[in-house]
């Protein structure tokens, strides 16, 4: 069974500072890695995804990285701002359609 | 484009009572999605249908969930009879194919007591 792995669960940092989300999976047979924002009683907004054919994305103060041999994604914030504040979910594609979602990082940036 | 639109976006009912969440994908998506995300079990894939028909259905927990796509653009999520454990947020997403990148609805809160 595919896991997606996201450590730390909880992440505060003060504003302007530059932070990594990590995410792990156990199976390099991956196909696609979206990331995710979730702000609190709201729906998922994707931020980024990663084919397997590629390495890396940007899209604004945001980079994501995709290592399928090591089982690895980051997601890179730039200069952090108290709006980034919000949970932050990995989903792997595996076959069939399926996603198999993380269960988050909760990032905090201070003001 | 409208985004996916989920009704309702609150529902309280009570225990033994049916339930029927909708979603609406966003047109041209031919992937369609339904999650539950609770505190303790987090996100979790219940059914995906391409092209209106269900490819995998492993992770509807029990018999009293069902799921119809009659259209391109409607689906529903339904559950009967109720009970106070399925109380959660229900998710729809969609894609326009398989793997890419899926867009999630806000989200319909279920309070079953």
């Known amino acids: 069974k595919q896991e997606v792995t996201q450590i730390p669960a909880a992440l505060s940092v003060p504003e302007g500072e530059n932070l990594v989300l990590n995410c792990s999976f156990t199976?390099?047979?991956?196909?696609?890695l979206q990331w995710f924002r979730q702000d609190p009683g709201k729906g998922l907004t994707s931020l980024l995804l990663?084919?397997?054919?590629?390495r890396e994305q940007t899209s604004g103060r945001l980079n994501a990285s995709l290592d399928k041999s090591s089982g690895r994604s980051t997601l890179y914030i730039a200069a952090s701002q108290p709006g980034d504040s919000a949970t932050y979910l990995c989903?792997?594609?595996?076959?069939?359609?399926?996603?198999?979602f993380g269960s988050g990082t909760k990032l905090n940036v201070k003001p | 484009d409208a985004g996916v639109i989920q009704s309702p976006r609150h529902e309280v009912t009570e225990m033994g009572q049916e339930v029927t969440l909708r979603c609406k994908p966003i047109?041209?998506?031919?992937?369609l999605f339904w999650y539950r995300q609770t505190m303790m079990r987090g996100l979790e894939l219940l059914i995906y249908?391409?092209?209106?028909?269900?490819?995998?259905d492993s992770g509807m927990p029990e018999d009293r969930f069902s799921a119809k796509m009659p259209n391109a653009s409607f689906s529903t999520l339904k559950i009967q009879p109720s009970e106070p454990r399925d109380s959660a947020v229900y998710f729809c997403?969609?894609?326009?194919?398989?793997?890419?990148?899926?867009?999630f609805g806000p989200g319909t809160r279920l309070t079953v007591t």
């Open positions: 997403a969609s894609s326009f194919n398989d793997g890419s990148e899926q867009y």
């Open positions: 249908f391409n092209n209106n028909v269900p490819i995998d």
């Open positions: 989903a792997g594609l595996y076959n069939f359609n399926k996603f198999y």
């Open positions: 047109s041209g998506h031919n992937s």
């Open positions: 990663i084919q397997s054919s590629q």
């Open positions: 199976d390099s047979a991956i196909y696609n």
